[in-house]
């Protein structure tokens, strides 16, 4: 079973519309990455969040670590055409090897029509 | 050059060639990672350098065999690779604290594409 599970899996959205982008894991996280993708390159990173409670913004886009450090969301307000890609958590497992040792979510594919 | 790396941006190979992926990061990073990233599947971490000593290796075949000469070049030489080892291998570097907790993000650069045939 998945460390990490992302929902939902695929998004399309019209462009201006709100959503929320999902990832709950089955043990207390250390830390938790959100990245971005663009088809076939890099991943961009956009935040990252370590408390439980921690809430963190950049532009239009808002992430949240809940109480038990398990669940987190990534919110994006009045979606644009370059919210579009493949939206990546990462997690580093509380009281698991150290040394960087990120798991990350199966992704979530963001598609935005104008 | 800024960022992390990587050469080349697309390789295809034969199942009996060998090649050579190159990562190098201008960040003053002192740990690097190579990741695998196939079709439907979660984002899978390979190999972890820190200090320029491998730290992780998670299960990998040994036709995959990496290389760090130094903390800022990583490579990954392969040999005799498999049609299913088709997919994107990006490269990642970061700064950890020598007890070896996770404080900082990881900087990824832009992938090679293999395609094995």
């Known amino acids: 079973s998945q460390e990490l599970e992302q929902s939902p899996q695929s998004l399309i959205v019209q462009e201006g519309k709100n959503l929320t982008i999902n990832c709950t894991s089955s043990k207390t996280l250390y830390g938790l990455y959100w990245y971005k993708q663009k088809y076939g390159e890099g991943l961009i990173f956009l935040m990252m969040l370590q408390k439980g409670g921690e809430e963190k913004s950049h532009e239009k886009i808002t992430a949240k670590l809940d109480e038990k450090k398990q669940q987190s969301s990534l919110h994006i307000t009045a979606s644009q055409p370059s919210h579009a890609g493949i939206y990546l958590c990462g997690a580093v497992h509380a009281g698991g090897t150290s040394y960087g040792k990120l798991t990350f979510g199966q992704g979530t594919i963001l598609t935005v029509h104008p | 050059e800024t960022g992390v790396t990587q050469t080349p941006r697309h390789l295809v190979m034969g199942m009996t060639n060998k090649k050579s992926l190159k990562c190098e990061q201008h960040?003053?990073?002192?740990?690097m990672y190579w990741y695998k990233q196939s079709a439907k599947k979660p984002l899978e971490l390979m190999f972890v350098y820190n200090f320029k000593e491998q730290t992780e290796n998670n299960s990998v075949p040994s036709r995959f065999s990496p290389e760090c000469p130094n903390s800022s070049h990583l490579f990954l030489h392969l040999h005799t690779l498999q049609p299913e080892d088709s997919a994107l291998y990006l490269c990642?570097?970061?700064?950890?604290?020598?007890?070896?907790?996770?404080?900082?993000?990881?900087?990824f650069g832009p992938g090679t594409r293999l395609t094995v045939l």
């Open positions: 960040l003053g990073h002192n740990a």
């Open positions: 990642a570097s970061s700064q950890v604290s020598r007890g070896g907790a996770l404080h900082n993000e990881q900087f």
